[in-house]
């Protein structure tokens, strides 16, 4: 690739980040025939034995173009306090993004972050008096100084309303996700008559819209019918999902959305689709937070209501998820190198955000 840089690259990767960061790192150094030690500057945040804590960089960060990867949602990363050991929560791993950029201390050239799965993400609209923890994330971080937010799949595009100066790209895995599919289902077939996309919900729609219409299938959609009257664990409970669309019988079908959370959601439109008479079912989740275990997972797989959950390797999947058979990973590294390599080139990723040529162009490849 060429063009100037806009400064000297650094990538830092959070606690937590470690083995993603070191897979863009060595992409990178291809790419670039850099040194051994390529890009990577590693943060030395230490903890006081009362949790509070600090951020070192051993490194001058002066003209630097600085791109720090930032999972929130690593709870697999554990910090001492009060002799006790404790999982690191999003707040937990978000002050310690901040303190990494008040490191930097405005050295920088230019910070950018890049934060798979945004944080607060999910707390994004006032309904009453409660507050909105995602503008207020997005305000602070670019109040620090950081000039570009780079995440995946976000919830609510509208949360960049609370930052229209600064650069905020939420960027879809559509390619990614199709591809492994071609991967690891080899007798699939990405054709109308064999194959459907359905949106587990209406808030959905627009994620399986783009699959529909770059794979040229039917789309179908679940309704969810919710009390309330009633709020559970901060949310209306759900008391029935209504299908709309077209019949899936005989059909393989791909049930797209951005989290599964505790996953009960998604069985749900499995257990319904396969009384619809589907025949496979495939799950597209960007992120697979899975909350309450895998039990459910594995019992809904056991008794063949889901045949393949795909979900990123943009944050962290226990090793009891990854050694699950119903479980394929969709590795992102590569992407999010590219996008790395591009922005501190200062070059546009329009090409890198809408994958709908190298899309077609895998179609292309396997119709041949």
Same mark, same amino acid.
């Given at each position: 690739?060429d063009?100037?840089?806009?400064g000297?690259?650094?990538?830092?990767?959070?606690r937590?980040?470690?083995?993603?960061?070191?897979?863009?790192?060595?992409?990178?150094?291809?790419?670039?025939?850099?040194?051994?030690n390529?890009?990577?500057?590693?943060?030395?945040?230490?903890?006081?034995?009362?949790?509070?804590?600090?951020c070192?960089l051993?490194?001058?960060?002066?003209?630097?173009d600085?791109?720090?990867?930032?999972d929130?949602?690593?709870?697999?990363?554990k910090?001492?306090?009060?002799?006790?050991?404790?999982?690191?929560?999003?707040?937990?791993?978000?002050q310690?993004?901040?303190?990494i950029?008040?490191?930097?201390?405005?050295?920088a050239?230019?910070?950018?972050?890049?934060?798979?799965?945004?944080?607060?993400?999910?707390?994004?609209?006032?309904?009453?008096?409660?507050?909105?923890d995602?503008?207020?994330?997005?305000?602070?971080?670019?109040?620090?100084?950081?000039?570009?937010?780079?995440?995946?799949?976000?919830?609510?595009?509208?949360?960049?309303?609370?930052?229209?100066?600064s650069?905020?790209?939420s960027?879809?895995?559509?390619?990614?996700?199709?591809?492994?599919?071609?991967?690891?289902?080899?007798?699939?077939?990405l054709?109308?008559?064999?194959l459907?996309?359905?949106?587990?919900?209406?808030?959905?729609?627009?994620?399986?819209?783009?699959?529909?219409?770059?794979?040229?299938?039917?789309?179908?959609m679940?309704?969810?019918?919710?009390?309330?009257?009633?709020?559970?664990?901060?949310?209306?409970?759900?008391?029935?999902?209504?299908y709309?669309?077209?019949?899936?019988?005989?059909?393989?079908?791909?049930?797209?959305?951005?989290?599964?959370s505790?996953?009960?959601?998604?069985?749900?439109?499995a257990?319904?689709?396969?009384?619809?008479?589907?025949?496979?079912?495939?799950?597209?989740?960007?992120?697979?937070?899975?909350?309450?275990?895998l039990?459910?997972?594995?019992?809904?797989?056991?008794?063949?209501?889901?045949?393949? /959950?795909? =979900?990123? !390797?943009?944050?962290?999947? +226990?090793?009891? $998820? @990854?050694?699950?058979?119903?479980?394929?990973?969709?590795?992102m590294?590569?992407?999010?190198?590219?996008? /790395?390599? =591009?922005? !501190?080139?200062?070059?546009? +990723?329009?090409? $890198? @955000?809408?994958?709908a040529e190298?899309i077609?162009?895998?179609l292309?490849?396997?119709?041949?």
């Amino acid at each position: 690739m060429d063009g100037a840089l806009y400064g000297d690259l650094s990538v830092i990767g959070m606690r937590g980040c470690e083995s993603f960061t070191e897979q863009v790192n060595n992409y990178l150094r291809e790419w670039r025939n850099a040194s051994e030690n390529g890009f990577i500057i590693v943060p030395e945040c230490k903890r006081f034995g009362t949790g509070e804590a600090k951020c070192i960089l051993h490194d001058s960060m002066r003209g630097h173009d600085a791109y720090i990867i930032a999972d929130m949602y690593n709870y697999g990363v554990k910090y001492r306090m009060y002799g006790e050991e404790y999982p690191m929560s999003p707040d937990d791993h978000f002050q310690d993004l901040k303190r990494i950029i008040n490191a930097i201390a405005g050295k920088a050239c230019r910070i950018s972050v890049i934060m798979p799965m945004l944080y607060e993400a999910r707390q994004d609209k006032r309904h009453m008096r409660e507050s909105l923890d995602c503008a207020i994330a997005l305000q602070e971080l670019v109040n620090m100084g950081v000039s570009n937010i780079v995440t995946f799949d976000v919830h609510n595009l509208g949360v960049q309303n609370a930052i229209p100066l600064s650069g905020f790209d939420s960027v879809q895995p559509t390619y990614q996700m199709i591809k492994a599919l071609v991967r690891t289902i080899p007798d699939i077939k990405l054709d109308s008559e064999h194959l459907m996309m359905i949106s587990p919900d209406e808030g959905g729609m627009q994620r399986c819209m783009y699959y529909s219409s770059v794979l040229q299938l039917d789309l179908g959609m679940f309704y969810k019918r919710r009390d309330y009257t009633v709020v559970v664990n901060g949310k209306n409970p759900i008391v029935a999902h209504e299908y709309l669309g077209k019949s899936v019988k005989d059909k393989d079908v791909i049930i797209v959305d951005d989290i599964i959370s505790s996953g009960e959601s998604m069985l749900d439109v499995a257990y319904q689709l396969k009384t619809k008479g589907a025949k496979r079912i495939f799950i597209f989740a960007s992120f697979g937070l899975f909350c309450e275990g895998l039990d459910k997972m594995d019992q809904a797989y056991a008794d063949g209501y889901i045949n393949k /959950i795909f =979900t990123t !390797n943009l944050i962290y999947r +226990t090793p009891e $998820l @990854l050694s699950r058979e119903w479980y394929s990973e969709v590795n992102m590294c590569k992407y999010v190198a590219l996008l /790395i390599d =591009t922005l !501190n080139r200062n070059q546009t +990723t329009s090409h $890198l @955000l809408n994958p709908a040529e190298r899309i077609q162009n895998l179609l292309n490849k396997i119709k041949e």
